[in-house]
């Protein structure tokens, strides 16, 4: 109760991280750690608030990256190990990462073969290869799909570049939550590419691989894993990111408007455009916490964007909505916070976290001056 008139005081819109759900997934992720022996790296493109790295460092070995300022805040905010892969580094690029982290990995051959005397001495070298199968709902998030550009096809593999190498990655999945799917893909990953693993370190088999989900079967994907880098002697690496803060975090909302069009949609004081990107771009409608399965009243949940189809669901409850009601709109960590734009100009939403003593900490705010600056600092004279 006393948390519940804490955070009603709270300003809308908001993230609410709850770090006992966090730890909750924490705990799988250290379980399969220890099953396995593999080392996990938390992938900075799907969550980099670094406010609550602190929370999630003892139980991780390290970040993963997408490009060099990825690097330089998995280097100087979370430390162990840094990987840092980009699809595409200029020369620049390489240098400014080489001497902040332990292992680059190229996107091409061409890169590799451009920068790999940069880089030697530095850091572990890799490669991104592509097994050119994978599991992923939606081709736009496919790495597989036709005429991909990330990473190396078997048929396209010089075996000269792997006297290069200490260790390739090999990103295929996304949002699996089918343990069997998983050992298919490893099995296709070994056949085609056994051969040189035999000669590398470590393989990073990416991320997506969601063994958090409940009922995933941990013990049969660590006994995998582990049977999988003895075969091959190498260290293996999954590179999570939603994995480590699915359902860790509500997007906290205020109802400001009812209108009606042969349908009620409730205007919320936010937009899948601007704050929960992914709803929109993969059509994936979120959850809302007081929503009911058969409740009575229906509304479509409408952003306060311009977007004619900008909307977060539709959603039913017991009972009518109000202005000035909050919602709790479910899993909005992932590819949320790392993806928030001013579109509209609309408030961006605050970051919090309600520590395990219930306690509620503020992470970040942003203001009027914070949407300026992003626009223009100077102006033409
Ligand atoms: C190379 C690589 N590693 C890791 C990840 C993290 O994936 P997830 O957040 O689904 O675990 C991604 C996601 O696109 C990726 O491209």
């Not at 998030?141 to 390739?168: E, M, T, W, Y």
């Not at 009518?320 to 960590?333: E, K, M, P, V, Y």
Request: charged share 20%.
């Amino acid at each position: 109760m006393r948390n519940e008139m804490k955070s009603l005081q709270l300003k809308t819109p908001y993230f609410l991280i709850d770090e006992n759900k966090l730890i909750k997934n924490l705990e799988i992720a250290k379980k399969l750690k220890e099953l396995s022996g593999v080392k996990l790296v938390l992938a900075l493109k799907c969550f980099s608030t670094w406010g609550v790295f602190d929370i999630i460092k003892p139980y991780l070995d390290g970040t993963t990256s997408s490009s060099p300022f990825e690097v330089k805040l998995g280097h100087e905010m979370f430390g162990g190990e840094t990987h840092a892969y980009s699809v595409g580094y200029s020369e620049d690029d390489v240098h400014e990462v080489v001497d902040i982290c332990d292992k680059l990995i190229f996107n091409s051959q061409s890169q590799l073969i451009a920068y790999h005397h940069l880089v030697e001495g530095k850091a572990s070298l890799g490669l991104r290869l592509n097994p050119g199968v994978s599991y992923a709902k939606q081709d736009l998030a496919n790495p597989a799909r036709q005429f991909s550009r990330l990473g190396v096809h078997a048929d396209n593999i010089d075996p000269k570049v792997f006297a290069l190498l200490d260790g390739v990655m090999i990103h295929m999945n996304c949002e699996n939550k089918d343990v069997d799917v998983f050992l298919r893909l490893l099995d296709t990953v070994s056949d085609k590419f056994g051969t040189y693993f035999n000669q590398l370190k470590w393989v990073s088999l990416g991320g997506g691989v969601f063994f958090t989900w409940p009922g995933y079967d941990v013990q049969k994907l660590a006994r995998a894993l582990r049977a999988f880098g003895a075969r091959h002697t190498v260290q293996l690496y999954l590179e999570p990111g939603e994995a480590i803060i699915t359902n860790t975090t509500d997007l906290v909302v205020t109802v400001v408007d009812i209108v009606e069009n042969e349908i009620k949609t409730a205007i919320l004081d936010s937009a899948t455009e601007a704050h929960r990107l992914d709803t929109l771009l993969y059509n994936e409608p979120a959850s809302i916490v007081e929503s009911s399965n058969n409740g009575e009243y229906t509304y479509v949940m409408g952003s306060c964007s311009c977007l004619a189809g900008d909307q977060f669901c539709v959603a039913s409850f017991d009972t009518q909505l109000n202005i000035g009601q909050r919602l709790h709109i479910t899993d909005s960590a992932g590819y949320t916070m790392v993806k928030l734009n001013w579109f509209n100009g609309i408030r961006m939403p605050s970051i919090y976290c309600q520590r395990e003593n219930g306690n509620i900490q503020l992470l970040n705010s942003f203001h009027y001056q914070d949407f300026k600056r992003t626009l223009s600092q100077w102006s033409v004279s």
